[in-house]
């Protein structure tokens, strides 16, 4: 593997910007690069032993792939692979294609960083290519989201690189292992630039309207990828350095529960979708040991959904309930709801209960409240109203999309088939119908709306300095 890998992350760099010189092959270019991720994430599967890299010096580049890594390359790659399926017959431009493939080479390299620069150089590289294709429609607001998304991503990177040079001037290296003995003002200030990448608790709320706003294929590209770039580190930090555990696992709690006590009262499907993707980031933190197979099942899933939410004739949740879609776009809706609720036979289920059996005791409570709201969450979805209906053909390239991405949740739930005995499948069964009966009983004719104060950029911004204090508070001891 040593000798593919380097290649391999250069090789989105150079055929991203090889494109634009050969335009007419773009979809096919950024097809074989997403592909060429699928098949080195799954060969890290069949590799024993973790591979570790030195470049440069003792003070220079460090890479480190294994199976955590496996899971969030296979993720990205798929995800990737379904976008541009799903943009084959949109007239997209090469420009498009272009900084859909760098943003994959860069989210590729975080999963494979070891060292606190490397990571800031990967970060940042997200934050740009993110940005141009948040604001590719060039409309007056595609191009407000989009700087408002880089503003914030930029000033929580600033207080990243504070914090690295704090580690280096503490341990005289960049490497993950120097968080062990960095000061407590060093911790606080990386932690608080990945939850903010990462959209995790209230520094994550300037995610549902960067996500609801983009175009959908950037929508399933930020949600299926992106984000977990931020959250990424933050697993690899919690297994490297045991003290950081409690913190990673208080924040993924309460960020599961923060995302999805928004979404259950949220009437437009896109902002729906991106509460769901703070709200399941915490299960991903909430269990670091086994986050790898979470953040692939939620990759595939959200994928799904955002793509699915770009076609659907509204997306307003009161309007689709007296407007039926189409009988197969609901069925592919369906079968992604079913699994992000815990549904046997899809790999949500798998992940749900691999994630619950790694729990700490004080976390069980808060996780299956969280479980109850994704499933009150995704009953709106799987009880709209299907049939023939005057929606025009859908493209080929979505259900190719949808192929690769539902395909993939009903492949990936042989990962974990120790789940399947009568105690594993009696419980989630059970929280999805309470959860059903509590969305027809109560949040069906729910008119709350929830206030949108804390997702105003000034105190986004504000809340920085808040959730910094925090941090310091908790790492101190």
Not at 44 to 55: A, D, G, I, M, N
Not at 79 to 97: E, M, N
Not at 263 to 272: G, L
Request: aromatic residues 12%.
């Amino acid at each position: 593997m040593s000798t593919i890998t380097i290649p391999w992350i250069a090789l989105p760099l150079f055929v991203g910007f090889s494109i634009y010189l050969i335009p007419k092959l773009d979809r096919y270019l950024a097809l074989g690069v997403a592909m060429v991720s699928v098949e080195y994430g799954t060969q890290l599967f069949f590799t024993k032993s973790p591979l570790s890299l030195q470049l440069l010096d003792n003070f220079g580049v460090t890479l480190l792939v294994d199976q955590l890594s496996a899971f969030f390359i296979l993720t990205n790659g798929l995800v990737t692979a379904a976008v541009i399926l799903y943009c084959w017959q949109s007239g997209k431009t090469a420009f498009f294609y272009t900084q859909t493939i760098i943003l994959h080479g860069s989210v590729n390299a975080v999963f494979i960083c070891a060292d606190l620069i490397s990571l800031y150089v990967a970060l940042e590289v997200i934050s740009i290519a993110a940005f141009l294709l948040i604001a590719y429609p060039r409309t007056d607001r595609s191009i407000w989201v989009a700087l408002r998304y880089l503003l914030i991503s930029n000033t929580a990177m600033l207080f990243y690189l504070i914090g690295a040079i704090l580690v280096y001037q503490a341990n005289h290296s960049f490497a993950f292992e120097g968080l062990r003995g960095a000061t407590p003002e060093a911790l606080a200030l990386i932690f608080l630039a990945l939850l903010v990448k990462g959209g995790i608790f209230v520094s994550g709320l300037w995610l549902p309207l960067t996500h609801s706003e983009s175009e959908s294929p950037v929508s399933a590209l930020l949600s299926g990828a992106v984000v977990k770039t931020g959250v990424f580190p933050l697993l690899r930090f919690a297994l490297i350095v045991e003290e950081l555990d409690p913190i990673v696992r208080i924040f993924g709690v309460g960020t599961a529960l923060l995302g999805v006590g928004y979404a259950v009262f949220e009437k437009d499907t896109k902002r729906m979708l991106a509460f769901h993707t703070i709200s399941q980031l915490g299960f991903i933190l909430a269990a670091p040991e086994v986050g790898g197979f979470y953040a692939l099942t939620h990759g595939l899933v959200k994928g799904a959904l955002f793509l699915i939410a770009g076609i659907l004739p509204s997306r307003n949740l009161k309007e689709l309930q007296h407007q039926p879609m189409n009988t197969q776009i609901w069925i592919a809706l369906a079968i992604a709801s079913f699994s992000i609720s815990g549904f046997p036979l899809l790999s949500g289920f798998g992940a749900k209960v691999l994630t619950m059996k790694n729990l700490v005791p004080w976390e069980v409570i808060g996780m299956n409240i969280a479980a109850l709201g994704t499933a009150i969450s995704f009953a709106k979805f799987i009880f709209l109203p299907h049939g023939d209906s005057s929606q025009g053909q859908v493209k080929v390239g979505f259900w190719l999309a949808m192929i690769l991405l539902l395909g993939g949740l009903i492949a990936v739930n042989s990962v974990y088939y120790q789940a399947y005995n009568f105690a594993n499948i009696i419980k989630p069964l059970a929280t999805i119908a309470l959860g059903w009966l509590a969305y027809f009983l109560i949040f069906k004719r729910s008119v709350i709306k929830l206030p949108r104060v804390l997702e105003e950029f000034d105190h986004l911004i504000g809340m920085m300095s808040l959730i910094l204090i925090l941090l310091f508070w908790m790492v101190f001891p």
